[in-house]
């Protein structure tokens, strides 16, 4: 073993708040600890590392990749830490480091607190082990501790989210307390609007961004980096609107004053990586700040937003665009030109996307003959409900929906065609395996069907958690729209996404129409 005057040892320091307030854990205390050591031992100090406010849990530090970068290039060959929680607190990283890294690079390591010495025969050598187990654990619980602080804050109505969401900011009295941002609430308004009107994400983000409106980005001074749109550049001052922004703020609940906490959580506490949680699983407290959208608002865009979804920006206008589904497997229909026919037809899309595996048909129908039947079909309806004298004579034989029947159809419907799929997804497996197909097509199939799965089970959840009762509106709304649509030859497509929640259309050429409003 070579002398002390041999060794170019560095210090090591780390400090974070899972260290509590304990005055020997501080960085001067934890120096001042070191230097001592140094100066009796008659060491040489070569630098000094020091990583204030970072987790011991990995070791992703900037002052601890500079050390073991000046480990690599041989600048130092001995590290002194206060003890091995210093270092680090995750057990399989620490131990790496202690019995792999360390005597590989021949470097000599010290934990004072711990009489740890890598380069002398002690029994504290041989706990070691059991000593980097037991930071581990302390970090653990720790982590179990604050989550547990934070889950009780945010049941408490508290926000304790570090950015506040859009429209909103902290009060200055109470940072856990939302209050309303003027001008970003003016935005959140004026989204809603859009959404109202039956208009799709892409086209209200293009819409904000045609309009100069500050995206929720730019408030955060994010830099972008983005190219023109068509032949206006856009400002990096107010950034460009993207449908998936526009869809978490119309899906936000705390517009309505509520606050929603808890989406995410982290896999563990040695990482920083989260995953979305179940939205039951989400910590919801009532009237908690001030509202920007009424709940009543609100829970009708939530009504209108799957009809607006999902629909390609065309270079054709639909009218019925978006409400269309297959009667048979419950997937989207969508409209389709043909140049050579100069006409656009139906096409159910789970058809369209998986014909070969036979689980639909394409239920393929002259859009224009369909629309003009459908309204007709609307137009009748709606006079009946105007006709307070007759309503009830022309629709007593009419039996009223049943929303949980036709719920409970839907989800045995997805049930079975997931079966479908799996089936599919195993006769591929063995195409491939008998060599009619390569392992680059069965990759690409494989992922297309258990993708289809995954939404499939998805939509199952959401049907599952749907309220059965029939949406109502009030009656002189209702008679408002009715009005408006019979007035006018073509309607609107806001008048129509308020007047119908979804038609499905059948192999057979039956259709059923479900209307917001009941009619019987």
């Not at 590392?49 to 970068?69: A, H, Q």
């Not at 068509?230 to 517009?255: A, H, M, R």
């Not at 408002?480 to 929640?501: A, C, G, M, Q, W």
Request: aromatic share 10%; net charge positive; hydrophobic share 30%.
């Amino acid at each position: 073993m070579m002398g002390n005057n041999g060794f170019k040892v560095g210090i090591y320091i780390r400090l974070s708040r899972d260290d509590g307030n304990i005055e020997s854990d501080s960085i001067v205390s934890q120096r001042s600890l070191l230097n001592q050591y140094i100066k009796e031992n008659n060491l040489t100090k070569a630098n000094e590392y020091v990583d204030d406010g970072f987790t011991g849990t990995n070791f992703e530090r900037p002052s601890f990749k500079r050390m073991i970068k000046d480990i690599e290039s041989g600048k130092i060959n001995m590290i002194i830490t206060k003890d091995m929680s210093r270092l680090g607190r995750d057990y399989i990283g620490t131990g790496e480091l202690i019995e792999k890294y360390f005597p590989n690079k021949n470097v000599r390591y010290i934990a004072i607190n711990d009489g740890i010495d890598t380069f002398i025969d002690n029994t504290n050598n041989d706990i070691a082990p059991f000593k980097a187990i037991m930071n581990d654990m302390y970090a653990k619980d720790i982590s179990k501790k604050v989550k547990t602080s934070l889950r009780s804050r945010m049941k408490e109505g508290l926000y304790v989210s570090g950015r506040c969401p859009f429209g909103y900011m902290k009060d200055k009295i109470n940072k856990n307390h939302l209050v309303v941002n003027n001008e970003q609430a003016e935005t959140v308004k004026l989204i809603f609007d859009l959404a109202l009107k039956g208009n799709t994400y892409h086209y209200i983000a293009q819409e904000l961004t045609k309009r100069k409106i500050k995206t929720p980005a730019s408030y955060y001074n994010y830099v972008w980096n983005t190219k023109c749109i068509i032949e206006n550049c856009v400002s990096q001052e107010y950034g460009i609107w993207v449908d998936t922004t526009i869809k978490s703020i119309l899906t936000n609940q705390i517009y309505v004053g509520d606050t929603v906490q808890g989406k995410t959580k982290k896999i563990n506490y040695k990482l920083k990586k989260t995953v979305k949680n179940n939205p039951n699983d989400y910590i919801i407290v009532e009237n908690t700040h001030e509202a920007i959208i009424d709940r009543d608002t609100f829970n009708y865009v939530q009504t209108l937003l799957p009809k607006n979804v999902k629909r390609p920006e065309k270079k054709r206008f639909y009218l019925l665009d978006g409400l269309l589904y297959c009667g048979d497997c419950k997937h989207r229909i969508t409209v389709r030109y043909q140049i050579k026919t100069g006409r656009s037809y139906t096409t159910c899309n789970y058809y369209r996307t998986y014909s070969k595996y036979h689980v639909c048909t394409s239920h393929t129908n002259n859009y224009e003959t369909l629309e003009r039947v459908i309204l007709d079909n609307i137009r009748d309806v709606c006079k009946k409900y105007l006709d307070k004298n007759k309503i009830k004579d022309s629709l007593k034989n009419i039996k009223p929906v049943d929303n949980t029947l036709k719920i409970k159809k839907q989800i045995e419907s997805l049930e079975l065609t997931n079966g479908k799929l799996t089936n599919n997804l195993d006769k591929t497996y063995i195409d491939m395996l008998k060599g009619i197909i390569d392992e680059e097509q069965y990759i690409r199939i494989s992922e297309n069907l258990k993708e289809e799965i995954e939404n499939n089970k998805l939509n199952i959840d959401n049907l599952k958690n749907e309220n059965s009762e029939f949406k109502k509106q009030d009656k002189k709304i209702i008679e408002k729209h009715i009005d408006e649509f019979l007035s006018l030859e073509k309607p609107t497509r806001e008048l129509i996404v308020n007047l119908v929640e979804k038609i499905y259309i059948y192999q057979d050429k039956n259709i059923d129409i479900i209307l917001t409003f009941n009619n019987d």
